[in-house]
């Protein structure tokens, strides 16, 4: 008999826990006799008495024309709200927008960034296997294919043997409008579809804070994939500064002697500053837009140049001196050096300094 008391309380416990479900989970604890509450009126003073002074500090704002009034009770979930979240550099949100919208700022001028942003949306889709409906870059749209998520879900607590599985589609609308200067953008989403289907039931409706939430998580996940390539794109160019690069000589668009480096100009900018410290070289100034490096040879790494030449050779005097850094094609830079007047140096002077200047270049894991 008591085993039997037990296994009947064990079967009561596990059963409310069964009822718990995740709908439960996702609304308030307690009771709702709230809703069942009237309104009551203006505090009626009596005649002949002095009526108080009233405040409106606490007064309730009244509800507004476009509001769910069906929010209400167990309607209405206890999740924290849905927030977008910019973690690309340069993007941000609008304070109090209520749309799943995201700002992007240029930062990287390597490409266009309104083929940016669609490069890696489109990388996204296509990593998670969503096809696209419908694309088109010149009015700022795109269409998905259905989304479908699948999942089995317990049917009754007293039914062991059976489960119900249930279905989740999606479809979703990208709207990308740029400014007119095209160095900033903005990013939308939008639920266009909806459809849920567990068993024969079919659920085509979502209320409004549901499918804002749907908006922004798929956001969210499109705007980590754009910085996880960002991050990646970094580390490998980081790879790629670190490595040798080679180098000829060559002249300018100008037709002045000067180095030609196999490398983009973002590889080769960075990859100079760090030839320049290690050959003796101080930089004042630089300005990247105009690929000018404004720098100072103090002799301080004298040791290092006696290596290649006698110390009684005076290779290159103390002073200053400037280098122009220019594109010179899809995987070629071409570096001018030239004094501070910004003359070019002459033919015999950039032959002298070819060999350890195209060394160091060429040096692997040169420190960061």
């Not at 990388?123 to 969503?130: H, P, V």
């Not at 909806?194 to 956001?219: F, H, P």
């Amino acid at each position: 008999m008591k085993t039997s008391l037990a296994l009947v309380s064990s079967l009561g416990i596990l059963a409310l826990t069964a009822c718990s479900s995740q709908l439960e989970k996702e609304t308030a604890s307690g009771n709702y006799d709230y809703l069942e509450t009237q309104q009551s009126g203006k505090l009626k003073i009596p005649e002949g008495l002095e009526e108080p002074d009233y405040s409106d500090d606490y007064a309730l704002p009244p509800v507004g024309e476009q509001a769910d009034t069906s929010l209400l009770g167990r309607n209405i979930t206890v999740k924290s709200p849905p927030l977008v979240l910019p973690l690309v550099t340069g993007s941000h949100v609008e304070e109090g927008s209520r749309s799943a919208t995201v700002l992007f700022d240029q930062v990287d001028d390597s490409q266009p960034l309104d083929k940016a942003i669609w490069n890696s949306l489109l990388s996204y889709l296509d990593r998670q296997q969503i096809g696209v409906d419908k694309f088109e870059p010149e009015t700022g749209t795109l269409v998905t294919d259905w989304m479908l998520i699948t999942s089995d879900e317990d049917s009754a607590w007293y039914d062991w043997s059976s489960s119900e599985e249930k279905q989740v589609g999606r479809r979703f609308e990208f709207n990308l409008t740029m400014k007119p200067h095209g160095r900033s953008a903005s990013l939308s989403v939008n639920l266009r579809d909806y459809m849920a289907t567990r068993g024969d039931d079919v659920d085509a409706e979502v209320n409004e804070l549901e499918e804002r939430r749907e908006e922004v998580a798929i956001l969210n996940q499109v705007i980590t994939h754009y910085e996880y390539q960002i991050q990646l794109e970094d580390s490998r160019r980081m790879a790629r500064i670190r490595e040798g690069l080679d180098t000829e000589m060559g002249f300018n668009a100008d037709g002045e002697p000067a180095y030609v480096v196999s490398a983009t100009y973002d590889v080769a900018w960075p990859r100079l500053l760090l030839v320049m410290r290690k050959m003796g070289f101080d930089v004042k100034d630089l300005d990247k837009s105009t690929g000018l490096i404004f720098v100072s040879y103090t002799g301080d790494n004298e040791s290092w140049w006696n290596n290649w030449f006698g110390s009684d050779e005076e290779l290159l005097e103390e002073d200053d001196y400037r280098l122009k850094v220019a594109e010179a094609g899809p995987e070629k830079t071409v570096i001018t050096f030239m004094n501070q007047e910004s003359e070019p140096f002459e033919a015999n002077q950039v032959s002298d300094l070819y060999k350890p200047f195209a060394e160091v270049m060429a040096e692997d894991n040169l420190d960061i």
